[in-house]
C-alpha cells in the first residue's frame, strides 16, 4: 500500500539529548513536509524539501535539523538546542505539481522530554 | 498579519444542519486551498482542495474560493456527529511551495 510511515508513534527522550524521528513515503513524491503541534494549537512548518539534496527552513526550524539524500525519506533530528520539544510532530509529502498539490500525512510521532 | 486565520471555536451545530467554517489568507500569490479534518490525537486527513475561484462540491461538503476576498470556506450539510472535529484550513503559496496552516476550528455536532 502506499503512504508515508512514521517512526516511532511515542518517543521519549531525555534533557540534552538529539533525538530522530523517521519518516518514509511511497508515493514518489518530490515535496515532504516537518510539522510540529502543540495542544490546541494548529501545524507550524519546521522545515520542507521540494527535491533530493535541497531543503529549506520553516517558521519554526530553530533547534531541529533535517537530511533528504533520498527521495522516500526525511529524517527530522530534533536537538538539544530546542527547549521545548515535546510536542506531536507530522511529516507530510506532496507531489509538488502546480495542480494536485494536496499534502498527504503520515501517522505522526508523539514526542515526550522525560 | 498571520497567514492563514480561522476562528478557533467551538462551533456547535445541531444534527442535520449545515456548518460553515471559514477561513482568510494575506499572501495574495496563494496558488492551492486546502482543507482538512483531525480528529483528537489522530493525523489530518484531506476532505477538499480548491484552485480556482467558486464552488467544489464533494458529496456532503462543499469549498468555495473567492481570491479576490482572499477567502476560503467549506460547507458541510446534513452534519453528522461524526463530523465533530477539528478543521484545518491550508494554503499553498506560488513562490516556494510552503502549505501554510490556520490553527484550526473545532466543530462540534450536537446530536
Known amino acids: 500500500d502506499g503512504g508515508i510511515t512514521q517512526s516511532p508513534k511515542y518517543l521519549f527522550r531525555k534533557e540534552g539529548q538529539n533525538v530522530t524521528l523517521s519518516c518514509e513515503q511511497n508515493?514518489?513524491?518530490?515535496?515532504m513536509y516537518w510539522y510540529r503541534q502543540d495542544p490546541g494549537q494548529g501545524l507550524r512548518l519546521i522545515y520542507y524539501?521540494?527535491?533530493?539534496?535541497?531543503?529549506q527552513k520553516g517558521d519554526i526550524a530553530e533547534g531541529y535539523s533535517v537530511s533528504r539524500e533520498k527521495k522516500e525519506s526525511f529524517p527530522l533530528t530534533v536537538t538539544s538546542a530546542q527547549k521545548n520539544p515535546t510536542a506531536f510532530y507530522l511529516c507530510?509529502?506532496?507531489?509538488?505539481?502546480?495542480?494536485?498539490?494536496?499534502?498527504?500525512f503520515g501517522q505522526g510521532t508523539r514526542l515526550t522530554v522525560v | 498579519q498571520k497567514e492563514v486565520e480561522q476562528n478557533s471555536g467551538p462551533l456547535s451545530v445541531p444534527e442535520g444542519a449545515i456548518a460553515s467554517l471559514n477561513c482568510t489568507y494575506s499572501?495574495?500569490?496563494?496558488?492551492?486551498f486546502f482543507w482538512y479534518r483531525q480528529y483528537s490525537g489522530k493525523s489530518p486527513e484531506l476532505i477538499m482542495s480548491?484552485?480556482?475561484?467558486g464552488d467544489k462540491e464533494d458529496g456532503r461538503f462543499t469549498a468555495q474560493l473567492n481570491k479576490a476576498s482572499q477567502y476560503v470556506s467549506l460547507l458541510i450539510r446534513d452534519s453528522q456527529p461524526s463530523d465533530s472535529a477539528t478543521y484545518l484550513c491550508?494554503?499553498?503559496?506560488?513562490?516556494?511551495?510552503?502549505?501554510?496552516f490556520g490553527k484550526g476550528t473545532r466543530l462540534h455536532i450536537l446530536p
Open positions: 524539501s521540494q527535491i533530493v539534496n535541497d531543503f
Open positions: 499572501d495574495r500569490v496563494s496558488q492551492s
Open positions: 508515493l514518489n513524491h518530490d515535496a
Open positions: 480548491i484552485y480556482s475561484n
Open positions: 491550508a494554503v499553498k503559496v506560488i513562490r516556494d511551495d510552503k502549505i501554510i
Open positions: 507530510a509529502s506532496s507531489t509538488g505539481d502546480t495542480v494536485n498539490t494536496e499534502a498527504f
